[in-house]
C-alpha cells in the first residue's frame, strides 16, 4: 500500500529490478547444486546433494510466502514496505518446484539410491516398511509432490491476485470489506494446507523411514530461512537506493522476527531432542545417534552454534538489530546455518551415517 | 515500546475500527475504570458472589482435608491410570493461564495495542488460574506433607531432589511462571494504583494504594525504567510461556507410554493452552464487560480479534490431533496405533469425541461473523472450548 | 468354572450366580468361564467361604463376609471329589469378579489387542522351531543409547524364568506375598485396579478357544538397567544400586505415582490407602505375627515393587561378610524362587562367570520382555518350548 | 535517572520550622504543550526538571535528555547468574554432592538440565528487571513533596506536569513560571519541601514493635523445643512408617503371655537350616554330663582333621579374638594387659601365659571348653567363633606351645639338619 501512498516514480522499475535478481540467485543456487552433485559422482550423492539444495531453496520461498500470508492474516501494518519483497521470493516457489521432477522421474525410473523404500527387495525385508507401503511408493510419493507445487502456484497467485486487487475495494468501503475478510480466511486456510504440505514432504524426503519426529522442525525452519533471505534483500536493495521507504524500524522489525523465529526453531529442535534423548527407545535415538558419531558430532556443534548459540547473542541487544551491516552479516550466518541444517537433516539418512563429506 | 516513535500512521491504520468506542477523553477513561473500584458501596450481588464462591472454596478445603486424611484412592485413580484427575486439572489450569501471560507479553512485543483494554483482566485470570493450576501437584502426591521435598534445600538427609525429573522442572517451571506472572502484573499495575491513590478520597483508600503504588509519581525517568523493564519483562515472559507448557507436555512425553511418547507434544500444548486460555478469556470477558459497563473500551472488535486467535489455535489443536494420528499410523508402531484406536472406539471415546467436537468443530463457527460479533454467541462457542479442553 | 462349549449350551454367561444341585444339596456359586475347562463338566474349588484363618475368612464381627463360596457341602461321603449327574440352574443374579488377569487393558478393545500380540509379550515356540532357530525369541532390537552406559562392580543381581517349566501354579505369588508383606487389599480395591501383588502371573491362551494352548508368564519387576522409572522421580525416591537393583526407598517416596506410570511393564504398587491399618488393630494383633521382620510395611502414598528380595540379599551378604568369603552361586534364593515347586526361576549374580543365572540368562532361548525399548531388563525369559506327544495330539 | 532522587528529605532539617521550596510545578492540559515547554526550560539551562505524566509520553526522554537506562545489562546479568548458577546447582548435587544412578544415565548431562537452567535464568532476570526497576526509580518512596500539592493529584489521571526543582543552580521560579505560561501551562505553583515529622506516629510505632515480638515467638518456642528434652512422648499427627505393624526383633507382643514377640523354638524340634552337629565337636566332651576340671571325659584331641588350612585359620581367628590379651606369642602380654597394666587398673588380672604347664597338661577339649564359656575372667567366645574355629584355634595354640617347648625328637630330621646349618 506503499503504492497508493506514494506514487513511485519507478514502481515498476522496482518489481523488475527485484524479481528478476531473485529468479536468477535462486537458479544460480541450483546450478551451483547441480554442479556440486554431478562433480561428486555417484547416484545416491548425486541425488542427495540434489534433494538437499532443492530443498534449501525452495525453503526461502516457502518462508518468505508464510510471511506474506501471515502478515495478510494479522493485517499487519508495518510490513507494508517489505512484503512486495517477500511477495518476489515466493514466487521463486513456482519455478524451483518444477525442478523436483527429476527426482521424480529418477523414482518412478526405480531408482533407490535416495529412498530405501523405492527398493521393493529391501522393502519385503523391512517389517516396518513393508507396514507402510501403502503410503511410502513411487506413484503416490509423486502425486503427492506434484500436488505441492500445484498448490504452492495456486496459493502464490492468491496472494498476489489478493495483493493487486485488494486496492480499489479498500477504496470502495474503507470498513472491514467482506470481500477482503473472506480472501484472509482463504490465505488462512491455505497458509494451513500449504505448511501441512511442508511438513510431511519433509517427513518422507529428509528423514526417510527413521524420523517420523523431526518434522515440526521444519516449519520455523523454513519462517528463519526465509526471513534471513527476506532481510538479505531489502538490506542489499536498501543499499543500493530502491527501497527509501524502509527506515530502521522496519530493519528492527525484521531483526526481531529473525531472532525470535530463530528462538523458537532451537526450541523446536531442543524439545525433539530431549524428548528423544530422554525416553532412549532405540528406534528413535537412531536417528540422533547417527548424527553424533562419525564425524557428525562437529557438524552438530556448528549447527547448533551457527544456528542458535551465536546469533542469539549476537542479534540480542537492540543495537545489533538496527544497525544494517550487522543485522545483514547476521542474516547470512542463519542463512548458511539453515543450509547446514538441511545437510545434517538429509545427509546422514541418505549417504549413510560413516561420515559427513568433505570432498567437495 | 517507547523507545520507539509510533511510525505515522498510514490511512490504511487509520481505517480500522477504533480501540475504543464513543467519544473517549483519557480522564473518562479513567473515570469509567476507576468508577468500578472506587463505588462507595459495595452492590449486594457481589457479596451474593462473593458468599457463593467463598462456601465452594470452603468446600474445596474440606475436600482437601478429605483427600488428605483418607488417601489418594479416593479420586479413583488406579493402575495404569496412576494420575487421571489431578493431572488433568493441572494441565487444564496451567493451559488456562497462559492465555494472560500471552496477551500481556507476546502481544505487547507484537505491538498489538488492542491488548491493553484486557491485558490486565487476563493477567489476573492468569495468576487465578497458575494457583488453581499449582494446588494440583502439590496435593496429587500420595503424602502431601513431604511434598516440600521436591525443592533442593540442605537437609538433614544430605541428599538433593533428581535434577532428571520432568516433574521437578515442572516444580521450577510453574513457581517460576507464578512469581514472573505476578511481578509482570504487579509491575503494570503500578502507576494505575498510583492514580487510584490520587483519586482516593478517604484516609484508607489513600494509605493501602499509596502504600502498593510504592511513591510514584509518574515522572519522565521512572517511565523511562518502567517502560524498559516492562518491555523486558514481556521478553521474559514470552519463551516463559512456551516453556512451561513445553516442560508440562515433556512429563507425558518423556516416557514410554505409547500415546504419551510423542515429540509434538511440547508445540501441540502450548496451542492447546493458549487455545483453551483465550477461551476462558472471553468467557469471563463478556460477562464482566456487560456488568461493569465496559463496552465502550472493550469493544466488539477486541472481541473479535480474541475469536479470530481461537479459531486458528482451535486449526492448530486440529491439526496436531491430525498429526498424532498420522504419526501413530506412519510409524507402523502397533503399541502406538493401537493406544489412538482405542481413544477414538475405547471407552474414552465420548471423551475423544466431545472433545474433537468443541475443540476442533464448535470453533468453526467463529468462521461466521455472526458468531465473532454477537457476544454471548461467542462465550457459547468458548465455553464448548473449555469444557473441550 | 465352566468351558466356552459348555456355557455355551447352557446358555450362561461369564459372572452369572447359578445354583448347582446334587443329591438334594446345594449350593450358589457364580460361573467363571475358563477355556480349558474339560467340557461338561464344573470345577469348584474348596477353602472359600470359611469364617476362620487368614484374611479370606473375612471379619465377622466387623460385617466383613467371606471371600468365595463354601461348596463342601457339597460333598458327601461317597463322593468326596467327585460327583455325577448334578444340576445347574440360573439364579438370574450377577456377580461380579475381581480377577486381575486382564487388569490393565481397561476394557475390551484393549483385551482384543492384547490377545493379538501375546506373541510378542510372550515368546514360545515348538521343539522343530527350536531346532532349526535356537534364538527364534530374539527379535533383533539395537540396544543404542545416546550416552555412555555407567560401569558398575560388585555383584549384578539378575533374575531369569524358564516358561517351559513355569507350570502357572502361582506359589511364587503367594511367597512373595508373605515374604515382602504386601498387603491383602479386598475385592473392591481389587475391582478398581489397585491390587498390590508385586508378582503377577500373566495368563495368555492362544488358539481355539474350545481347545486352548495355555501359556503362563510371571511379572514382576523386571530391574531394568534403564529402568524408565527411576530418572522421573522428582525426589529420588528410586535409584539404582551398585548391585544393579532397582531400588524404591519408600522413605523417600512422597507418591507422585510418575514412576508407575511410566513402567512399561505396570509392575509397580502405589498404596492408595493405608491398606495395613485394619492389622493394627488389636484384636487383629495375631496377624502382626505374621509379618516378616526384616521387610518394612509401608504407609499410605508410598509406592513399592519387586526388591529381587533385597533383604534376603543383604543379609546373606552380610554374613558371606563376617565370614570373609564371596558369595556362592545360589546362596542368596529369593521367595518366589525358593516355593516353585518347577524350579523355573533362577537368581543369581549375573557377573559370575559360571552362576547359574548367567547359564540360563546366555540360553539362546532368552529374551528381555519389551526390550525394544531399550530399558534393559535383568529378568530375563526363557522362551517356552512345546513339545506335544504326536500320539496324544492326534486324539485329541 | 538519579535526579528523582532526592538527598533524604528534611531528617537532617529537623530543627529547621520554616518551610524550604522545593521547587515549582506547572500543569499543562495535553502532552504537546508539556513536551514544547520542556524543551524550552531544558534550552533555558534547567538540569533537574521533570516531567509527571499519567502515562509514557513519547519524545519526552529527548526533550528532558534522559540517558537510556542500563537495566537491560542489570537483566542480563540476572539471566546469567541464574542460568550459570542453576547449571552449577545441578551439577554439583545431582552429580558431586549426592551422585546416585538413576535409569543407566549419566551423573551430569546438559539436555537433562537445560529446563531448570532456562527456568532459573529466566527467573533471576524478572527479578533483575522488578527490583531495578525499584533500584533505579529510588522505590519504594512513599513520601514526596509532590503529594503535598493538590494540583499533583491529577496528574498519575490526565494532566502533565512540569516540576523544576529549587536546587538548581540555574532554577528561577518566575522565569519558570513565565515560561511555562507561554507554553499553555495552565497553572503555576511552588512546592513546599516536606517538614512534617519524619518519626513515626507512636501507635504505628508500638504496633511494628509488638507485632515483631510476636512474630518471635513462633521461632523462639521452635528454638526451645529443639534444645530441650521432654519426657511426654512426641506428638505424631503423620505416622508415615515410623510405627511399624510388623515385630521388629527383640519386641513385645501382648498376644502371648510370656509377652514375647519373638518366639522360641519348640522343644524337640530343629530349624530349618539349623541341623545340630557332633556333640563332641560343638562341646569338647564326650559324654552328656558336664565334667569336672580334671575329668577324663575331655577329648584328649582334636575332632576335626588338622590341616595347614586349618592351622592358618587358627592363627587369623587367635591372632584376631585372643591375641589383644593373651598376645601374639600366647605369652599374656597383649596389648589390653600391656595397657591396663600401665593404667594400674586393680581389677585387672593378667592371663596365664599359655606356656604354662597348666595350660599345656590340659587336654585339648579343656581348652576347648575354655575358649567356648571362659574360665575366670575370661569371658565365652562362642557367640563369636564358630565352633570349627575354636578347634582351630586349639590347633594353632598347640602348636605355639610346641614352638617354645619342642625337642629336636620332635622336628623332623631334614628340617633339624637345616636348622642346625643356619645355627
Known amino acids: 500500500m506503499s503504492h497508493a501512498l506514494h506514487p513511485a516514480p519507478h514502481s515498476e522499475a522496482f518489481s523488475g529490478k527485484v524479481a528478476g535478481p531473485l529468479r536468477s540467485v535462486g537458479l544460480g543456487c541450483l546450478v551451483v547444486a547441480a554442479l556440486i552433485a554431478i562433480v561428486s559422482g555417484n547416484a545416491t550423492e548425486f541425488w542427495s546433494a540434489w534433494l538437499h539444495n532443492w530443498l534449501f531453496s525452495i525453503t526461502v520461498g516457502l518462508g518468505a510466502l508464510l510471511f506474506v500470508a501471515i502478515q495478510h492474516l494479522t493485517k499487519a501494518g508495518w510490513s507494508v514496505v517489505v512484503r512486495r519483497v517477500a511477495e518476489c521470493l515466493s514466487v521463486t516457489i513456482g519455478p524451483i518446484a518444477w525442478l523436483a521432477v527429476p527426482i521424480l522421474v529418477a523414482l518412478l525410473a526405480d531408482s533407490h539410491s535416495l529412498f530405501m523404500w523405492n ?152 524439545s525433539q531432542y530431549l524428548l528423544i534423548w530422554y525416553a532412549n527407545i532405540p528406534e528413535e535415538t537412531g536417528w540422533f545417534y547417527h548424527r553424533q558419531i562419525h564425524g557428525w558430532a562437529e557438524v552438530s556443534l556448528v549447527l547448533v552454534a551457527l544456528h542458535f548459540v551465536l546469533p542469539f547473542f549476537g542479534l540480542m541487544s537492540r543495537g545489533a538489530k538496527r544497525h544494517a551491516p550487522t543485522l545483514a552479516f547476521w542474516s547470512v550466518i542463519i542463512l548458511v546455518a539453515n543450509w547446514i541444517d538441511l545437510y545434517w537433516l538429509i545427509m546422514p539418512s541418505v549417504a549413510g551415517p560413516e561420515r559427513p563429506r568433505r570432498d567437495w | 515500546m517507547s523507545a520507539v516513535p509510533i511510525p505515522t500512521r498510514t490511512p490504511s491504520e487509520s481505517l480500522r475500527p477504533p480501540l475504543v468506542d464513543g467519544e473517549q477523553t483519557l480522564s473518562s477513561i479513567t473515570e469509567t475504570v476507576c468508577s468500578i473500584v472506587e463505588r462507595p458501596q459495595t452492590p449486594r450481588a457481589w457479596y451474593i458472589a462473593f458468599a457463593i464462591s467463598s462456601s465452594l472454596t470452603l468446600m474445596l478445603f474440606g475436600l482437601i482435608g478429605y483427600l488428605i486424611a483418607t488417601g489418594i484412592g479416593v479420586w479413583g485413580n488406579n493402575s495404569p491410570v496412576f494420575w487421571g484427575w489431578p493431572i488433568v486439572n493441572f494441565v ?298 | 468354572m465352566l468351558s466356552p462349549a459348555t456355557a455355551r449350551e447352557l446358555d450362561i454367561e461369564h459372572g452369572d450366580v447359578v445354583t448347582i444341585g446334587s443329591d438334594g444339596r446345594s449350593v450358589e456359586a457364580p460361573v467363571y468361564i475358563l477355556p480349558g475347562q474339560a467340557e461338561n463338566s464344573i470345577g469348584l474349588q474348596l477353602g472359600y467361604g470359611r469364617t476362620a484363618a487368614g484374611t479370606v475368612a473375612g471379619h465377622v464381627a466387623h460385617n466383613i463376609d467371606p471371600v468365595g463360596v463354601n461348596v463342601s457341602t457339597l460333598r458327601s461321603i461317597e463322593h468326596m471329589h467327585f460327583e455325577n449327574g448334578v444340576t445347574i440352574t440360573s439364579t438370574g443374579r450377577r456377580h461380579e469378579f475381581a480377577t486381575t488377569q486382564e487388569h490393565f487393558a481397561i476394557d475390551r478393545v484393549g483385551l482384543e489387542e492384547i490377545s493379538g500380540r501375546v506373541g510378542d509379550l510372550v515368546r514360545e515356540g515348538t521343539v522343530d522351531e527350536y531346532a532349526e532357530h535356537p534364538d527364534f525369541a530374539h527379535h533383533g532390537h539395537e540396544e543404542i543409547a545416546l550416552w555412555e552406559q555407567p560401569e558398575q562392580d560388585g555383584p ?44 503377577r502371573l500373566d495368563r495368555y491362551f492362544t488358539g481355539d478357544m474350545d481347545d486352548p494352548e495355555v501359556v503362563q508368564q510371571p511379572v514382576a519387576c523386571q530391574h531394568c538397567e534403564n529402568a524408565p522409572c527411576e530418572q522421573v522421580c522428582p525426589v529420588a525416591a528410586t535409584v539404582h544400586s551398585d548391585d544393579g537393583l532397582n531400588d524404591m526407598v519408600y522413605n523417600r517416596c512422597i507418591g507422585t505415582r510418575y514412576c508407575a506410570n511410566n513402567c512399561p511393564y505396570k509392575v509397580r504398587r502405589f498404596n492408595f490407602f493405608d491398606y495395613q491399618l485394619p492389622v493394627v488393630q488389636p484384636e487383629q494383633s495375631l496377624k502382626q505375627l505374621a509379618f516378616n521382620p526384616e521387610v518394612t510395611v509401608r504407609s499410605r502414598g508410598v509406592m513399592e515393587k519387586c526388591t529381587y528380595c533385597v533383604q534376603r540379599i543383604r543379609n546373606t551378604s552380610i554374613l558371606a561378610d563376617n565370614d570373609r568369603r564371596p558369595l556362592e552361586d545360589g546362596e542368596v534364593q529369593t521367595a518366589c524362587q525358593q516355593s516353585c515347586p518347577a524350579q523355573a526361576i533362577t537368581f543369581g549374580d549375573l557377573k559370575l562367570s559360571g552362576s547359574e543365572v548367567a547359564t540360563e540368562q546366555s540360553k539362546p532361548r532368552a529374551y528381555g520382555m519389551l526390550d525394544e525399548l531399550n530399558v534393559k531388563p535383568r529378568t530375563k525369559y526363557l522362551a517356552r518350548i512345546r513339545n506335544p506327544n504326536p500320539v496324544l495330539k492326534a486324539t485329541t | 535517572m538519579s535526579t528523582t532522587v532526592e538527598p533524604t528529605p528534611v531528617t537532617t532539617d529537623e530543627p529547621e520550622p520554616a518551610s524550604r521550596l522545593f521547587g515549582a510545578i506547572a ?53 546469567l547468574i541464574g542460568a550459570g548458577g542453576a547449571f552449577a546447582m545441578q551439577h554439583w548435587m545431582n552429580g558431586i554432592d549426592y551422585p546416585f544412578l538413576i535409569s543407566g544415565k549419566p551423573l551430569m548431562s546438559i539436555p537433562s538440565s537445560i529446563p531448570v537452567t532456562f527456568e532459573v535464568a529466566i527467573l533471576l532476570a524478572a527479578f533483575a528487571a522488578f527490583f531495578g526497576v525499584l533500584l533505579f526509580n529510588g522505590l519504594p518512596r512513599l513520601a514526596h513533596p509532590l503529594f ?149 571325659q575331655w577329648l584328649d584331641s582334636i575332632p576335626i582333621s588338622p590341616t595347614i588350612e586349618l592351622m592358618a585359620r587358627g592363627r587369623e581367628r587367635f591372632n584376631i579374638f585372643c591375641a589383644a590379651c593373651h598376645g601374639r606369642g600366647g605369652d599374656g602380654d597383649g596389648i589390653v594387659t600391656v595397657r591396663a597394666l600401665e593404667l594400674q587398673q586393680g581389677t585387672w588380672v593378667k592371663p596365664i601365659s599359655l606356656h604354662d604347664r597348666s595350660v599345656r597338661d590340659q587336654p585339648d577339649g579343656r581348652l576347648f571348653n575354655t575358649i567356648t564359656n571362659g574360665v575366670r575372667k575370661m569371658p565365652g567366645y562362642a557367640s563369636q567363633i564358630k565352633p570349627e574355629d575354636r578347634w582351630a584355634i586349639v590347633l594353632y595354640l598347640r602348636a605355639l606351645q610346641s614352638s617354645r617347648n619342642a625337642q629336636p625328637a620332635d622336628v623332623p630330621a631334614d628340617v633339624l639338619e637345616t636348622l642346625r646349618e643356619t645355627n
Open chain 4, 27 to 79: 500543569i499543562f492540559e495535553s502532552a504537546e504543550k508539556l513536551l514544547s515547554a520542556a524543551t524550552a526550560l531544558k534550552q533555558s539551562g534547567l538540569t533537574k526538571l521533570e516531567a509527571h505524566t499519567p502515562y509514557p509520553v513519547h519524545g519526552i526522554d529527548e526533550a528532558l535528555r534522559i540517558a537510556p537506562t542500563r537495566l537491560p545489562w542489570v537483566v542480563l546479568a540476572g539471566a
Open chain 3, 156 to 199: 549384578q543381581w539378575g533374575m531369569s524364568i524358564d516358561l517351559s517349566k513355569c507350570i502357572g501354579c502361582n506359589a511364587c505369588v503367594v511367597a512373595c506375598q508373605s515374604e515382602n508383606n504386601i498387603p491383602v487389599v479386598g475385592k473392591e480395591q481389587v475391582l478398581k485396579g489397585r491390587e498390590m501383588h508385586w508378582l
Open chain 1, 119 to 270: 527398493d521393493a527387495a529391501h522393502v519385503m525385508e523391512d517389517p516396518i516398511l513393508s507396514g507402510k507401503a501403502a503410503w511410502l511408493n513411487a506413484p503416490f510419493f509423486v502425486i503427492r509432490t506434484c500436488d505441492l507445487p500445484r498448490h504452492l502456484v495456486v496459493v502464490c497467485a492468491a496472494v498476489l491476485r489478493g495483493f493487486c486487487s485488494r486496492r480499489p475495494q479498500r477504496r470502495r468501503r474503507p470498513a472491514f470489506p467482506p470481500a477482503c475478510q473472506k480472501r484472509t480466511t482463504a490465505h488462512r486456510s491455505w497458509c494451513d494446507h500449504h505448511t501441512r504440505i511442508i511438513r510431511l514432504d519433509h517427513v518422507t524426503r529428509s528423514a526417510l523411514v527413521q524420523l517420523h519426529s523431526g518434522y515440526p522442525i521444519c516449519s520455523p525452519s523454513a519462517m528463519v530461512a526465509g526471513l534471513a533471505a527476506l532481510t538479505l534483500v531489502v538490506l542489499g536493495l536498501r543499499k543500493i537506493g530502491l527501497l527509501p521507504q524502509v527506515t530502521v524500524e522496519h530493519l528492527h522489525d525484521l531483526g526481531k522476527l529473525l531472532y525470535g523465529f530463530n528462538c523458537f526453531w532451537a526450541y523446536i529442535a531442543f
Open chain 4, 148 to 296: 503535598r500539592t493538590q494540583v499533583f493529584r491529577r496528574v498519575t489521571s490526565d494532566q502533565f506536569a512540569l516540576v523544576a526543582e529549587s536546587d538548581d543552580p540555574r532554577f528561577d521560579e518566575l522565569r519558570f513560571g513565565v515560561i511555562t505560561t507561554e507554553h499553555g501551562a495552565t497553572s503555576v505553583e511552588s512546592i513546599e519541601q516536606d517538614v512534617s515529622s519524619v518519626a513515626m506516629p507512636t501507635l504505628l510505632k508500638a504496633a511494628g514493635v509488638s507485632l515483631v515480638a510476636l512474630a518471635l515467638i513462633p521461632p523462639v518456642l521452635i528454638a526451645q523445643a529443639r534444645a530441650t528434652t521432654s519426657e511426654k512422648p512426641r506428638i505424631h499427627p503423620i505416622q508415615d512408617m515410623d510405627f511399624q505393624a510388623k515385630f521388629k526383633a527383640q519386641t513385645t507382643s501382648p498376644f502371648f503371655d510370656d509377652g514375647r514377640a519373638m518366639r522360641l523354638q519348640i522343644s524337640g524340634t530343629v530349624a530349618r537350616g539349623d541341623m545340630p552337629i557332633d556333640p563332641a565337636i560343638s562341646t569338647g566332651y564326650t559324654s552328656d554330663a558336664p565334667p569336672g576340671p580334671e575329668s577324663s
Open chain 2, 92 to 389: 487444564f489450569w496451567v493451559g488456562i493461564g497462559h492465555a494472560g501471560t500471552l496477551i500481556s507479553a507476546i502481544l505487547f512485543l507484537f505491538r498489538q495495542q488492542w491488548r491493553t483494554s484486557i491485558n490486565r483482566f487476563a493477567e489476573a485470570m492468569t495468576i487465578f488460574a497458575v494457583t488453581c493450576a499449582g494446588i494440583f501437584p502439590a496435593i496429587h502426591v500420595g503424602r502431601v506433607w513431604l511434598v516440600y521435598w521436591l525443592a533442593p534445600y540442605p537437609n538433614q538427609m544430605a541428599m538433593w531432589p533428581n535434577f532428571r525429573s520432568p516433574l521437578l522442572w515442572d516444580v521450577f517451571a510453574v513457581s517460576t511462571y507464578a512469581t514472573v506472572s505476578l511481578l509482570f502484573w504487579y509491575l503494570g499495575m503500578i502507576p494505575d494504583l498510583a492514580t487510584l491513590r490520587d483519586r482516593a478520597t478517604s484516609r484508607v483508600r489513600q494509605f493501602a494504594y499509596g502504600l502498593f503504588a510504592l511513591g510514584w509519581t509518574g515522572s519522565a525517568r521512572q517511565w523511562h525504567v518502567l517502560e524498559k523493564a516492562y518491555l523486558l519483562l514481556a521478553a521474559l515472559a514470552t519463551p516463559l510461556v512456551l516453556s512451561v507448557h513445553t516442560i508440562v507436555s515433556f512429563d507425558f512425553a518423556v516416557s514410554h507410554v505409547p500415546g504419551w511418547h510423542t515429540t509434538i507434544f511440547p508445540p501441540y500444548f502450548v496451542a492447546g493452552a493458549v487455545f483453551s486460555g483465550f477461551a476462558m478469556v472471553v468467557t469471563l470477558l463478556v460477562p464482566a464487560r456487560h456488568l461493569f459497563g465496559l463496552k465502550d473500551l472493550i469493544t466488539p472488535r477486541h472481541l473479535d480479534v480474541m475469536c479470530r486467535i481461537i479459531l486458528a489455535t482451535s486449526c492448530m489443536v486440529g491439526y496436531a490431533y491430525a498429526t498424532e494420528f498420522f504419526t501413530a499410523w506412519y510409524s507402523g508402531n502397533r503399541f502406538e496405533q493401537f493406544a489412538f484406536l482405542n481413544r477414538m472406539q475405547g471407552p474414552y471415546a465420548w471423551a475423544y469425541w466431545t472433545m474433537v467436537t468443541c475443540n476442533v468443530l464448535i470453533p468453526q463457527l467463529y468462521w461466521f461473523k455472526r458468531f465473532r460479533t454477537s457476544p454471548w454467541l461467542m462465550v457459547g462457542v468458548a465455553i464448548c472450548v473449555n469444557i473441550g479442553m
